[in-house]
């Protein structure tokens, strides 16, 4: 696994959407700047990881045969969408314990929607389309 500049990218965009939540959201508290960091890049980890089950879940609806397959697979699909939350909320915790609180589920739902928003922004600005990779 190698380290790419559009990674390093994708960081500093979450650090600073990261500092605006916690500007703005009183929910949301990160002790310092290091925590930050910190945080960001396990976003940037956890992300890439949800993205990937997600693009096989897609392949497996595409696959599908059957109506109940399909169905099934969507299903997969709609619990990964919320899993991917608590799973964020349980690492952060996990992780960090009381120096950083993302707050609940739903701030957690916001903070990950405008995180991809934003790492979509930045993507279309420098390259001038979309990522390849379907996770944003």
């Known amino acids: 696994m190698r380290l790419r500049a559009v990674d390093i990218v994708d960081v ?10 916690t500007q703005f959201f009183p929910t949301v508290i990160t002790e ?10 396990l976003f940037k980890l ?26 099934l697979n969507a299903a997969l699909l709609l619990v990964l969408g919320a899993g991917s939350k608590f799973l964020i909320l349980w690492l952060t ?18 903070l990950i929607v405008v995180l991809m ?14 990522p390849r990779d379907g996770s944003a």
């Open 93 to 110: 915790d996990l992780l960090f314990g009381d120096a950083v609180q993302l707050g609940g589920f739903f701030s957690v739902t916001l």
């Open 32 to 41: 310092s700047f290091l925590v930050s960091l910190l945080t960001a890049v």
């Open 117 to 130: 928003a934003a790492r979509l922004g930045i993507r279309l600005l420098v390259d001038g389309k979309r």
């Open 12 to 21: 500093f965009v979450y650090l600073v959407v990261l500092g605006l939540f």
């Open 46 to 71: 956890a992300l890439e990881v949800i993205a990937v089950f997600k693009q096989r879940i897609l392949e497996r609806v595409r696959a599908s045969r059957t109506p109940a397959r399909k169905t």
